[in-house]
């Protein structure tokens, strides 16, 4: 298969610009953003062109508890195909804990979570990769994530969690030279050493991206500038193997192009360098061969030294990567991962309940830490709560933001960020704390307009006399009410 290039992170908001950016080989598209029967029209331009598109997953949860969900699975399968990709790109987290596996209930996170780096995690993970990779008709690669937080008692390093996960199942692997740097700033992780425990050949492509630093706090934000200490993270790889594609990832405060296209120049520039330190390397290697084989030819009193062969100077280059499938080296039937999923979901479970439900801290975990993650996941809902559902922040206007918070506090996430967004709402409408006027009607009408099996403007109730249709309002917000206060 051919190698993808130089690659950018398509989003609607920069779409034409990135329709007109040059030397884009290839684009990766958020799967749960792309609906396979009306494909934006920008993704159809970049195909036609021949620009590969590569859904990129992030509610699949391969590192929780529970097995892939069958439905999510053909899902990314569908936009897999639907956009012809050589390939589907999913994130080794877990995204929701809790559930029947638990007897707790299910909690929804919102964002990807680090996984236990221990031989139960890594169990359960190898055999969620296994189902996914049976379901999806194109080879899958994952991606290591970025942590504000690490879990007690792990057994493994970073790079040995996904070396023995490749060697395991086959899979790819998803470089994300920007979460090796967050791992290194919140977790004291040597970026270095993980590359040099990683195998190499497993690389799919690598993702760039930026963030900032707060109070000795990485934020991993795609939404700033990609920092140097990033970029010398990716010249190291380069310096190692050379990627078959690297991509820029930005999802927020989207800059101008020329701004953009400046910082995939640089992303250039750091794997070009870190060519010209391989190839150097190379080339030391194999003088070095050759004066080895020289001087032991002398010492052994030979004639004429053998020249240096191909056989010789080839075993001292470094492999080339491709995106072709590496092959699991083990073939024996896997154990069963029913008693290690168990202790994963209530580890899971538990650490999740503490960051979204407010219920104590786990054993082991750092508390201020895990305070930091849970503003985070807080202030995240909330971002995206406004973005599914613009309409609540211009209704509430300054008071949006701290509302969201207040209500996030005691209102963890089961269903989604479209319905944590009318659950907002309907929780704000029963506490009863807005004044009488404007917002108060606008909310109303917003939240009676979606809580039903239909928007109400399209129920049938919209054509008859206006005492009988407000009676029948009256007895759809009451059944409403009814739910939200047994959520």
């Given at each position: ?24 080989d ?25 620009v ?10 391969l ?8 439905g999510?699975?053909t ?6 195909e ?6 589907v ?8 804990a ?10 929804e ?33 994952v ?35 920007a ?63 050379s990627?078959?594609g690297?991509?820029l ?30 190839e150097?390397?190379a ?20 004639v004429?030294?053998?020249?240096v ?46 960051l ?8 082991g ?8 993650q ?67 009607r ?11 099996p ?13 005492l009988?249709?407000s009676?029948e ?9 009814r ?5």
């Amino acid at each position: 298969m051919e190698r993808l290039g130089t690659g950018i992170g398509w989003r609607p908001e920069i779409a034409d610009a990135v329709e007109r950016m040059p030397g884009i080989d290839w684009v990766e598209a958020v799967a749960e953003n792309v609906c396979p029967g009306h494909l934006p029209e920008s993704l159809r331009r970049l195909r036609a062109r021949g620009v590969t598109v590569i859904p990129h997953g992030v509610s699949l949860g391969l590192g929780g508890a529970d097995r892939p969900d069958e439905g999510r699975l053909t899902a990314l399968a569908e936009r897999a195909e639907a956009l012809g990709s050589p390939l589907v790109t999913e994130h080794i987290a877990f995204v929701r804990a809790g559930g029947p596996l638990t007897a707790s209930p299910l909690l929804e996170a919102g964002h990807l979570l680090p996984v236990p780096r221990t031989r139960d995690a890594l169990d359960v993970l190898c055999e969620n990769v296994r189902i996914a990779q049976d379901a999806l008709p194109v080879p899958l690669a994952v991606e290591n994530i970025a942590a504000l937080l690490s879990w007690p008692g792990e057994e493994l390093t970073e790079g040995q969690f996904l070396y023995e996960l490749a060697d395991r199942t086959g899979v790819r692997l998803l470089i994300d030279v920007a979460n090796l740097h967050t791992n290194h700033v919140n977790r004291g992780e040597d970026p270095a050493k993980a590359l040099a425990e990683l195998p190499l050949e497993a690389i799919a492509y690598v993702h760039v991206a930026g963030g900032f630093e707060r109070d000795g706090v990485w934020h991993d934000s795609h939404a700033h500038p990609v920092p140097d200490s990033v970029l010398d993270i990716l010249t190291d790889l380069a310096s190692r193997v050379s990627p078959p594609g690297v991509l820029l990832e930005r999802d927020e405060n989207f800059p101008e192009p020329g701004v953009l296209e400046g910082e995939l120049e640089e992303i250039r520039g750091a794997v070009e360098k870190g060519r010209a330190i391989r190839e150097e390397a190379a080339t030391a290697t194999v003088a070095e061969a050759a004066a080895e084989t020289v001087a032991v030819a002398t010492a052994e009193t030979v004639v004429e030294a053998p020249a240096v062969t191909g056989s010789v100077a080839s075993s001292a280059l470094p492999t080339p990567t491709a995106l072709s499938t590496p092959t699991p080296t083990s073939t024996s039937p896997a154990p069963s991962t029913d008693a290690a999923r168990q202790r994963l979901g209530l580890a899971e479970a538990a650490l999740l309940s503490a960051l979204v439900a407010g219920t104590p801290v786990p054993e082991g975990f750092d508390r201020v830490r895990l305070g930091v993650q849970a503003r985070a996941l807080a202030g995240k809902r909330a971002d995206v709560a406004a973005k599914v559902a613009p309409e609540l922040p211009e209704i509430l206007g300054d008071a949006y933001r701290p509302a969201f918070l207040a209500y996030a506090h005691g209102h963890p996430m089961t269903g989604g960020y479209r319905q944590d967004a009318l659950d907002f709402a309907g929780q704000l409408l029963l506490a009863g704390r807005l004044e009488e006027g404007r917002a108060l009607r606008e909310l109303r009408e917003w939240w009676l307009e979606r809580s039903g099996p239909a928007p109400r403007s399209q129920r049938p109730a919209m054509g008859v006399p206006p005492l009988e249709r407000s009676r029948e309002w009256g007895r759809m917000a009451r059944a409403a009410r009814r739910v939200l206060l047994h959520r």
